[in-house]
């Protein structure tokens, strides 16, 4: 049974920093792709980084970049993103995913039930 459970999520103030975890079963995570995506209240999903564990490059939204790093530990079969300088406009659930490739949310098969991010300013 395929299952990505998110974890780490949690009020942070303004400036701190926080690391998320998707802990993936069921699958060989180096034959996947692996985004986080978020969605904020009243807004639409969005993605905000991917990795493609086989070979492990990487893709970030603009909001994202220099702020946040995806990385994997493929003998752990989890996907870390570690956010850092967060904004209150961070604030979201997170969510993970799995799919063949970082070409966006619609082409992600599993999806997880997501994590609560909350940014104080």
């Known amino acids: 049974q395929v299952q990505l459970v998110e974890s780490g999520g949690e009020v942070v103030q303004f400036g701190g920093s926080l690391r998320l975890s998707c802990a993936t079963s069921?699958?060989?995570?180096?034959?996947?792709?692996v985004g986080w995506f978020r969605q904020a209240p009243g807004k639409e999903r969005e993605g905000v980084s991917c990795i493609r564990t086989s070979d492990t490059s990487t893709h970030y939204a603009d909001s994202a970049k220099g702020r946040f790093t995806i990385f994997s530990d493929n003998v752990k079969s989890t996907v870390y993103l570690q956010m850092n300088s967060l904004k209150p406009e961070d604030t979201a659930v997170y969510f993970c995913a799995a799919g063949a490739e970082c070409t966006g949310s619609s082409t992600m098969k599993f999806w997880g039930k997501g994590t609560l991010v909350a940014v104080s300013s």
């Open positions: 069921g699958f060989t995570l180096d034959h996947y792709a």
